[in-house]
DNA sequence: CAGCATCCGAAGCGATACTG
DNA sequence: CAGTATCGCTTCGGATGCTG
């Protein structure tokens, strides 16, 4: 890939200390924007929540909870929330006892989830490749002795 | 719902590799794995680092560093290292003085920055979307007192 | 230049207890 | 059921100083 799509907004004073050399000198502060909504996005549980609620469509919070094994009540309170702050998802508050609250994804984040789909693929597709790689490091760290 | 992958039970999945396979954690569940594989994977610094060198096809550390506003020395080291161990780059040490270390993408890498193109390109395009959605979220959140 | 080692405050996170 | 509140441990991560 080459970067982000840097649509259009291009800056001038992006002061190239070599020249001649970058041929896409994008907006820092865009940039930055970019990397700090990545940070939020790119978070393990964010992904992973995304994912299961793509697949199904509606929960409760035991369903994705169940769906997700290893993840603690608080995590996944703090992970759902911080989507809807985002937009990503609805959360459907029933009033009935016991209470009954639905999460669903938005249209925004069934867009990320679409978004996200190829690197699952990757993931899921170089899982054997990543592992190799690594215990080949490993070993070769570990001969240095 | 164009959804994820998401199912790994449905899968073409991997584990060509099909030794001895343990009947405890490790092992039995792809999903886990792929979890585990996009926790590693989705970090913030990895995923920037991914994209300079994708951008930049080949850089030394302080290039890099440089194209990183942000980033301290040490989670630079550390996020590299991290790469070089999951085989997603090269790092070539050349035995000059100053000593001179380029760092470059392998073909993996390349391919996981392919996949990661369109999370890219997507929080470029929902910035706004985000942003606002998050301030109604206050809002509404302000408005309880 | 490209790191590694150390210190230390800040943040993350699980476990537990409690509530409507 | 679906949370909130709190405690305490662990990890993160920046700052600083030192090396080949």
Redesign the pocket.
């Known amino acids: 890939m080459s970067g982000p799509p840097a649509n259009g907004s291009e800056h001038p004073h992006v002061s190239p200390t070599t020249t001649a050399d970058f041929p896409s000198a994008r907006g820092q502060d865009v940039e930055a924007l970019v990397n700090d909504l990545i940070g939020r996005v790119a978070?393990?549980?964010t992904m992973i929540v995304l994912e299961v609620l793509a697949e199904h469509g509606e929960l409760?919070?035991?369903?994705?909870?169940r769906r997700i094994p290893?993840?603690?009540?608080?995590?996944?309170?703090?992970t759902?929330?911080q989507m809807e702050r985002d937009g990503m998802i609805i959360?459907t508050?029933h009033a009935v006892?016991?209470?009954?609250?639905?999460?669903r994804l938005t249209d925004l984040g069934e867009s990320l989830g679409a978004a996200f789909c190829g690197v699952w693929i990757w993931a899921e597709q170089n899982l054997g490749r990543i592992q190799s790689a690594r215990d080949d490091f490993d070993q070769r760290q570990a001969s240095r002795d």
């Open positions: 978070d393990k549980w409760r919070f035991t369903q994705v909870a290893g993840i603690s009540q608080k995590m996944l309170t703090q759902l929330r959360r508050v006892v016991p209470p009954r609250v639905d999460y």
